[in-house]
């Protein structure tokens, strides 16, 4: 969603600020804006449509100045415009304001405002906050902030600069993720780390409630209520490389491409041969009521939901824990009791998606436990879980979820196979385990060797306007997922069922021009599988299927195969929507879709 960027330091800041907008422009925006300060001057622009477009607005104009603040917009409140673009500003063009996130109240102070007289430039909430910031103002930025947030209800992470206060830019946050980066003469402030990476690996969360005011030499932080705060800089291990391209079209294929490295990262220094067990360091704060737990609440978002429901079949497998899968969305209008010794686990890439935020925040109001599988280190969710699991997955850039799903399923299935080991699986069985999770990175390999057959499958059935995705057990939520993925980045109609439901209904579909993607893999339900595989054929469906390689039998049935390795049941997942991914990611290409940037879609769903 909406992108925050800025830069005060010993540097001109207008080119630092763009190429900043630039490694955030995978969140998802509709508009752009820049505002520089020099003294007591401040020139701003802004541009609806791409980044480009506000270079080009902005590549004849000076624009000098060695501090400033820049955005994208994900469109709220009002249309993309450029009256709605950021930065706003005040009545006196004193005070250039940044938010990222909705004011709830926006109405009420929108309001008041005018019944004294004010008038408005947008139609977005994001302009009261700059006439308050005013309005406040006697000559500290900072005081001027903590007033205006006080009267702010709902969730921001906003950058402030003022004419009157040169070389200093004031910094929020309630909700919305922002990180100060500690450069070399220089301080940035960002909604996402991935714009500072190549100016400093040395980061400063600011958390909810919290401002601080930055210059070239140093930062501070305080607390909305003035009190300081003092806290340590962390290193983040994203290398300004991992945001580039790096020979491939699309950050979707370079991340698919990603998956024997994701997932290996995933896994190392974790697994035990010796005890058949994987060490997770992240639980150690909670593993004595782990070991205890009897039931799991899984809560998530979209992919990662998708994720959290085949961790529900891989739960089942390998403990004797009983699993749910909530969508985050929908869980805070659950009446859930937990059970005694409940854990909740959130799945999130971003660990900024609201819904999953609000679930967890819920669930532990209610007294469950929390644990974290996340990406991003140091993001809401990971510091409100605070236990968990990270992924080392590097940025997701493409904003179709691909690498961190498998990343997740392989953390879920260690973590399934620890508590497995302490309820009632063997040692040959943990070993086993440990075996075949080892030699996930290498079969990805494999199935990623056979991109150029899949391709020529989209080749034949990228006009179709209507698909289905068929799964059972472990492989449902991948049908689910297959199906999400083609929609999302190709815009071609798609749903994922489980097969067994196939004869409730979705057959009635089934005709030469709607292909079925089949995965059936050699597992427990492969012969229920075949049996929906031959009813679609004798309907004159197309059918695609994923299978193990060397299975002749389904060869003669399906139209198209796909042929991967074999794994344990369980992780069988891990390989099968490989194959899925890159169908839908050749599907969207040859359909010419901005698929690293899909319409109407953002990256990190930063509000509920
Ligand atoms: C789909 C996709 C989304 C995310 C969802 C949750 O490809 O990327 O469905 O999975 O918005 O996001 P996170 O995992 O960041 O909480």
Redesign the pocket.
Known sequence: MCGIVCYVGDKQAKGILIEGLKQLEYRGYDSAGIAIQNGNAIQFDRAVGRISELERKISDRAMQGKSGIAHTRWATHGEPTEANAHPHRDRDERVFVIHNGIIENYRLLKKRLETKGYSFRSETDTEVIAHLIAIYFHGDLCEAVRKTMIQLEGTFGIAVIHRDVPGKIVVARRGSPLVIGVGENCHLAASDVSAMVRHTNKVVHLLDNELAILSAEDFSISTVQATPIERSTEIVDWQAEDAELNGFPHFMLKEIFEQPETVRNAIRGRLDYAEGIPRLGGIAPVWDSLKQCRHIVIV??????YAGYVGRYIFEKLTDIDVSVELASEFRYRRINFAPNTFVIA???????AD?LAAIREAKRKGASLLGVVNVVGSSIAREAGAGVYNHAGPEIG???TK?FTSQLTILSLLALLLGRHHSLSLTEGVEAIRAIDALPGQISKVLSLAHSIEAIAEKYYLKSNWLFLGRKYNYPIAMEGA??LK?ISYIHAEGYAAGEMKHGPIALVNPEMPTVAIAPKDSVYEKMVSNIQEIKSRRGPVIVVVNQGDEDIKEIADDVIEIPGTLEFLNPILTVIPLQLLAYYCARLLHRDIDKPRNLA???TVE
């Open positions: 998530a978002c979209g992919t990662s939901y799945l999130s890439q971003s660990g900024e998606t999953t904003v179709a979820s961190i999400l993925k999302e990256k990190s769903v």
